[in-house]
């Protein structure tokens, strides 16, 4: 209730100067709940929601026409989507797997398990070489070239090499999903640091800071927002690699279950999984989005003042 | 920590203050046959050629030119930022650079401020100010933000402690990065055209603001324009420069008292001095012009 009224209290604000807006200091807990009830409230009086459902309406629609409507020749095979909702809710399926099923959750957990390794061991690598690639010209001749010779080889081409160099059927599918996102991670810091206007790099010597002391109070995180995009392409593509990886080997996993349920003609659930995919894939997105914004405060609050600089 | 100078009790006598002034005899500048060739020696581009002028200490020098004659490259010559062809530049009686030691080391006894500003704005204004102390290991964190703090409120810029840069306003961003370059005690303060992005009504402002800091600190200013009034206003000397290459052309003293305020820009001696510089400036501007102009 309390929430309401300070929202409704900052909106009256808002719409008389834009600028009282950050005058709710972030720091104190209740001052950010306030922002964070206010945000939304203009969030929901804002077309945007409304526009967002519209979007999704469509496209339900569209699918929901061709396939079970018109049962156009291209999409004959296709399941509809309500055959594909009513096998996703369901208590009992008919091809074994919805929501009421542990072992949906298996797949879920095993993808996300090696999404997540992979993820943090490019983060933890990455972030290091694009730092020192785009800090240091020297270590950047001996190093990019060799870099940039890999990258382009997709996460595919190595799948024979990553089964013959890792034992079983975990490592080599980690390994993979590593490739993709520890390349995405690495070039954005480079291009981070690169980014980084030379004036502060000057400031710091001139107020007495070492090499090393600007790195640490320049360098990083002034590359921090080019890490962070970097960081939300490495997730989206590590869900990309890691589903080629789990549909060459594998028994658990999204990936996985989305070939097997095409071989065993089990439609419905190959769909099933399709938009699980799509679904963990953006909240992990959102999650490393949201603490990308917490660990840059002076970037969120400079773009709520509206970025005048 | 007791390297608060005594003008710091000086209080509101201004006799006192401009006895202050001729006390202060470190931050002197002496720039002698600066050469400055951009690329290759024998295609390069000469931006600055055997420029000699002195930068005498506790005093405002405001140097002038046309865009890109190579005043810049001058300041970052001081700074440390670049190297030198051939010449000397001394600060004091230390060689900042010149034969065997083409560029100077960056330190915090000349601190620019520069023409974008370069607060970081990843950290607060506090933490921006009390930086340099912390990162030298002069001052503990402790007595870098108390200094800060005091430093902020001299300036009247008390409640932005915990804001961000990207929060105040460009002006205040100016006054912050000044306080910040000052709170080292630096000989010689840069500033690089820091008002050009500023407005007109703000740029007022700043001059005034900027004028009672040196009343306070009487630190050698070296300040870099295109705006010849800013020029006369803040200046004890102006230092007219000829187009590329750069070398002084004209050098004007303003022989009008500090504390300065508003009140000098109508005076007729203030229209003299301006009208002399406005000659002189043009004549180069002209010459900047028929040689086509490549900056910007």
């Not at chain 1, 200091?25 to 922002?35: C, L, M, V, W």
Request: proline share 6%; glycine share 8%.
């Amino acid at each position: 209730m309390k929430d309401l009224q300070s929202a409704f209290a900052g909106d009256v604000n808002v719409s008389l100067s834009p600028a009282s807006l950050p005058a709710a200091k972030p720091g104190d807990g209740a001052g950010r709940r306030e922002t964070v009830a206010f945000r939304l409230t203009q969030w929901l009086r804002s077309p945007r929601p409304y526009l967002m459902l519209v979007g999704f309406a469509l496209f339900l629609g569209f699918w929901y026409l061709t396939v079970e409507v018109w049962k156009l020749p291209r999409f004959a095979q296709m399941p509809g989507p309500t055959t594909v909702i009513s096998e996703w809710l369901s208590p009992d399926p008919t091809y074994g797997l919805s929501i009421y099923s542990p072992e949906y959750y298996q797949h879920i957990w095993v993808s996300w398990r090696r999404v997540l390794i992979a993820f943090l061991l490019a983060t933890a690598t990455g972030v290091p070489l694009g730092l020192f690639l785009g800090w240091s010209q020297r270590f950047k001749d001996y190093v990019f070239p060799v870099f940039e010779l890999l990258r382009p080889i997709p996460p595919l081409a190595w799948v024979p090499l990553a089964i013959i160099m890792f034992q079983g059927s975990e490592t080599p599918i980690v390994f993979l999903t590593f490739l993709a996102s520890f390349y995405a991670t690495t070039l954005n810091t480079m291009l981070g640091v690169e980014s980084i206007d030379v004036s502060f790099v000057r400031a710091a010597y001139c107020l007495g800071a070492k090499r090393r002391q600007v790195f640490r109070h320049v360098i990083v995180p002034g590359a921090m927002p080019f890490i962070f995009t970097g960081l939300q392409i490495s997730v989206g593509v590590a869900w990309f690699s890691l589903v080629a990886g789990e549909m060459v080997s594998g028994q658990y996993g999204l990936g996985y279950l989305i070939n097997t349920s095409y071989t065993m003609v089990q439609y419905p659930t190959m769909v099933i999984g399709m938009i699980t995919l799509g679904l963990v894939g953006y909240l992990t997105s959102a999650a490393v989005r949201v603490v990308g914004n917490y660990l840059m405060q002076w970037r969120a609050r400079e773009l709520a003042m509206g970025a005048e600089r | 920590m007791n390297a608060e100078p005594a003008r710091a009790r000086g209080g509101p006598d201004l006799a006192a203050n401009a006895s202050a002034a001729q006390e202060r005899d470190t931050g002197a500048i002496r720039i002698a046959n600066v050469v400055k060739i951009y690329g290759s020696e024998g295609a390069g581009i000469r931006a600055v050629d055997d420029c000699t002028f002195d930068v005498p200490a506790g005093k405002i020098t405001v140097v002038v030119g046309p865009s890109g004659c190579g005043k810049t490259t001058l300041l970052n010559a001081i700074a440390g930022f670049h190297s030198i062809t051939s010449g000397t530049i001394y600060l004091d009686d230390a060689l900042l650079c010149g034969p065997g030691r083409p560029q100077a080391d960056p330190g915090p006894d000349r601190i620019v401020v520069f023409q974008n500003g370069a607060l970081f704005p990843w950290k607060t204004i506090i933490d921006n100010v009390a930086f340099g102390p912390i990162v030298q290991g002069r001052l503990s964190k402790k007595e870098s933000f108390e200094k800060a703090r005091r430093m902020l409120a001299e300036s009247g810029l008390r409640n932005l402690e915990s804001n961000y840069p990207g929060e105040i306003s460009s002006g205040m961003r100016r006054r912050v990065e000044i306080a910040r370059a000052l709170m080292n005690d630096p000989k010689v303060l840069l500033l690089d055209e820091p008002y050009r992005a500023l407005d007109s009504l703000t740029k007022s402002v700043m001059h005034e603001a900027l004028l009672e800091t040196f009343d306070r600190n009487q630190v050698t200013i070296f300040f870099i324009t295109h705006d010849l009034e800013e020029a006369i206003f803040l200046g004890h000397h102006v230092v007219i420069m000829t187009t590329r290459p750069c070398r002084p052309k004209k050098i004007i003293n303003v022989d009008i008292p500090h504390p300065r305020d508003y009140s000098i820009l109508t005076a007729k001696r203030f229209r003299e001095y301006l009208d002399e510089t406005v000659e002189a400036v043009h004549e180069e501007a002209l010459k900047a012009f028929a040689a086509g102009e490549r900056e910007r």
